[in-house]
């Protein structure tokens, strides 16, 4: 076999091996040593090779990662876990594709300046964008090495990022230069510059981690988990079946006096906004929470909201009913007690082809009808601008309420501390890939965001894995994966702001800037040498 291809494959497995749950992160930091080899030889042959060729390579080695990484997608849709392989795989190597163009044009030094920029951009800008499939950003390959970045409560995830990348740069070109220093002290400049990009971050994790100790603020929850199969969800049991499963195991098993009860994301469904109390599901449930005077409970639901005097929407549709009115479904969270109004939170972190429709005016062409359920209806999602905190009379608890898919996003997440969350809670449902890494590494992005916020984290699935995750990122408890359970536990709240709470993904604003003149300063030079 080619050895290039052995080095793209190669390359491609150290990649994956980080988002296993074998705690090998520091995979990352040599990752790309296989392409680079690669990439470097077609730099130095380049007038024999075309750069189309680092292309081909590059994406066999996204590829690899990719399909190793996140292969489970296709157990819920086939069509879309191609498509999540396919595209993701291209987006990397054109990406590193264009950094090699870069590098013949302008030198290793601009080079692997673009390298390292382009790819820090792109994951910022990624994050953000209508098309955003951002489970494989860098730094969360380390996020089952929470002892080794403590300091993402400065930098976020993209800051892992950026070390993964200035590692990998600077080990292959100390590789590559070795042998050029002509003296003992050149090598040993280099040795040091190396040693304390790679040891110091660990060094300065390891010290915050020793240090920091949490407010003693305590608030006390049960998590419901239970255990309903999600392709039954919404065919097979019944609401009220579904409900009764639910109450049934607070009564049985749950702290009679906990401050919160938690169940998963779409618990309850077929909620009309306009007047919550017409939900038979509603007042059951404000029937039950009398026999819980101090308690109030967090549970997800399918709702809709129907809009008066032809009021509408980008995401709504004709309402059946009345074709002069409009109408928007949402997946949402709800807090209820059992005397004051309740609060709702509508997810805004959508999934694509799920509950939204990229580019709709170029997608729903052949979206729409080839997609299913992975938690929520199908069709497109309502969202809202602000991200909302719940709060009651009964303590001081101020809840993120964090929908699935959103607690992949760092500084989506910085949203709601921003506005005054001290705790997180996370509602969601991850059986639709079945016993994979999928919910696995699902679960171990939540540590991130308790270290990046400094917050505590209270996760409810509805097969699992839910979990209580203290404020170092560190998981204290857990339930098992399919199996129903209820888990009872403290946390503490915590109203301190972090670094990277108040100012977001800064390190992805900077790259974004200077790729931007790093773009304009090559397209100056390809202008100048025709």
Not at 119 to 137: D, H, M, R, T
Not at 318 to 344: G, R, S, W
Not at 365 to 371: A, H, K, P, R
Request: hydrophobic share 45%; glycine share 6%; charged share 15%.
């Amino acid at each position: 076999m080619n050895k290039r291809i052995l080095l793209a494959v190669f390359s491609g497995v150290l990649f994956s091996l980080a988002w296993t749950t074998w705690g090998l992160g520091w995979s990352l930091l040599i990752a790309f040593l296989p392409l680079l080899i690669i990439e470097d030889e077609f730099y130095k042959k380049k007038e024999a090779f075309k750069s189309i060729n680092v292309f081909f390579y590059a994406y066999l080695t996204f590829f690899t990662w990719n399909i190793i990484s996140t292969w489970w997608v296709s157990i819920s849709t086939l069509g879309g876990g191609i498509t999540a392989v396919v595209l993701n795989s291209l987006w990397y190597a054109l990406l590193f594709w264009l950094f090699h163009v870069i590098k013949r044009r302008m030198g290793p030094h601009t080079g692997y300046s673009a390298l390292l920029l382009l790819w820090l951009a792109f994951e910022a800008i990624y994050i953000n964008g209508e098309i955003s499939w951002v489970w494989l950003v860098l730094g969360n390959g380390f996020a089952n090495n929470t002892e080794l970045i403590q300091w993402y409560q400065y930098t976020g995830s993209l800051g892992g990022s950026l070390w993964v990348l200035i590692s990998n740069i600077l080990i292959f070109n100390f590789i590559q230069h070795l042998q050029k220093f002509k003296t003992l002290y050149g090598q040993y400049i280099f040795s040091g510059i190396l040693l304390i990009i790679l040891i110091v971050p660990i060094i300065i994790s390891k010290v915050i981690l020793a240090q920091y100790q949490e407010p003693k603020d305590p608030i006390t929850f049960s998590i419901i988990q239970p255990n309903i199969d999600p392709y039954q969800k919404f065919q097979g049991l019944s609401q009220s079946e579904q409900l009764s499963k639910m109450l049934n195991l607070i009564e049985e098993r749950a702290d009679s006096t906990a401050d919160f009860f938690l169940l998963p994301e779409t618990s309850i469904s077929g909620i009309l906004e306009n007047n919550f109390n017409n939900s038979r599901s509603i007042r059951r449930i404000r029937t039950f929470m009398n026999n819980y005077q101090n308690t109030s409970i967090l549970i997800g639901a399918s709702t809709s909201y129907v809009y008066e005097d032809s009021s509408s929407t980008k995401t709504s549709r004709v309402f059946p009913p009345n074709p002069k009115l409009q109408y928007d479904i949402f997946n949402t969270a709800l807090l209820l007690n059992k005397d004051e109004k309740i609060q709702k939170y509508h997810k805004s972190k959508l999934v694509i082809g799920v509950e939204m429709t990229p580019y709709p005016f170029i997608f729903n062409l052949f979206l729409d009808n080839n997609v299913i359920n992975l938690g929520g209806l199908t069709s497109n999602h309502g969202t809202q601008e602000e991200r909302a905190v719940f709060s009651n009379s009964k303590n001081k608890a101020k809840l993120a309420p964090v929908i699935c898919y959103e607690s992949i996003y760092g500084d989506y997440v910085t949203g709601y501390i921003r506005n005054n969350a001290n705790v997180i809670f996370i509602i969601t449902n991850d059986a639709w890939w079945g016993n994979t890494a999928g919910h696995k590494q699902h679960l171990s992005y939540a540590k991130l965001r308790a270290i990046e916020n400094r917050r505590s984290i209270v996760r409810c699935a509805n097969t699992g894995v839910s979990a209580i995750i203290n404020q170092k990122g560190e998981i204290e408890k857990q339930t098992k994966y399919m199996v129903e359970d209820v888990l009872n536990g403290t946390v503490n709240l915590n109203s301190e702001m972090t670094y990277f709470t108040k100012n977001g993904d800064f390190i992805g604003r900077i790259a974004k800037f200077f790729s931007l003149l790093l773009l304009l300063s090559f397209t100056v030079n390809l202008i100048k040498k025709k």
